[in-house]
């Protein structure tokens, strides 16, 4: 099945550690985007990446972190400086910028203890 | 800024009933407008995409609207049912430089009472 995969489902962290959230895509789209969802928000970009081994920040990119070294891969960390991170994570993908709609995973839950 | 505006915030209405969602935007400068479909706890599934230089996209009982001028777009769903209720949700795609992705609505959350 051709798709976007996150991984895990639900993320605890306690406060001052690292995590990498992943997220996979086999449907051979250059660009692909972190959002974060807080509870009755709309969602906010984090990073976008419209190439391997390129990649952008978003409007909220402080206290996290990136990379696409892979067309299929583009893992996001959430670092201790991100005051609060506790929210939805959602990786999308696309074929390329313009007038092509986005694909959504479905999406990692973080929660910080 | 693009700014994203969806009205109401929420809404429950009786099976079978039409009804319309919208989505307003401050900004015309656009490549699209893109309705998604959200389920509690899910990702975002995409209903319709209207590019920048069409009126209306239709799929199944679902028709888009897009009028760049007035900076709206209207989601109209027809004999509504148990199985629509959701969050939905408007994101455009900006065309006047800046960051790619999308700037989104905060949705509206639909309940269809059987």
């Known amino acids: 099945d051709g798709g976007i995969t996150q991984s895990p489902k639900y993320l605890f962290r306690k406060e001052g550690q690292n995590v990498t959230l992943s997220c996979e895509q086999n449907?051979?789209?250059?660009?692909m985007y972190w959002y974060r969802q807080d509870p009755g928000q709309g969602l906010r970009l984090i990073y976008y990446s419209q190439i391997v081994n390129d990649f952008q920040k978003g409007d909220i990119a402080e206290g996290y972190s990136v990379s696409r070294e892979k067309k299929e891969s583009f893992p996001l960390t959430v670092t201790s400086a991100q005051k609060n991170p506790t929210a939805f994570y959602l990786c999308?993908?696309?074929?390329?910028?313009?007038?092509?709609?986005?694909?959504f995973g479905p999406g990692t839950r973080l929660t910080v203890l | 800024k693009q700014e994203v505006t969806q009205i109401p915030a929420a809404l429950s209405v009786p099976e079978g009933e039409n009804l319309v969602l919208n989505c307003s935007f401050t900004d015309s400068a656009i490549y699209n407008l893109q309705w998604f479909r959200q389920d509690p706890g899910k990702g975002l599934t995409s209903l319709l995409l209207i590019q920048s230089s069409q009126r209306e996209q239709t799929s199944g009982r679902l028709n888009a609207s897009l009028d760049k001028s007035s900076g709206r777009s209207t989601l109209y769903i027809a004999a509504s049912q148990p199985g629509d209720s959701a969050t939905y949700l408007c994101a455009i795609e900006h065309s006047g430089g800046g960051a790619d992705g999308l700037t989104f609505g905060k949705g509206t959350h639909l309940i269809i009472q059987p």
């Open positions: 999308a993908s696309r074929p390329r910028r313009g007038y092509n709609e986005q694909f």
């Open positions: 449907l051979n789209h250059d660009a």
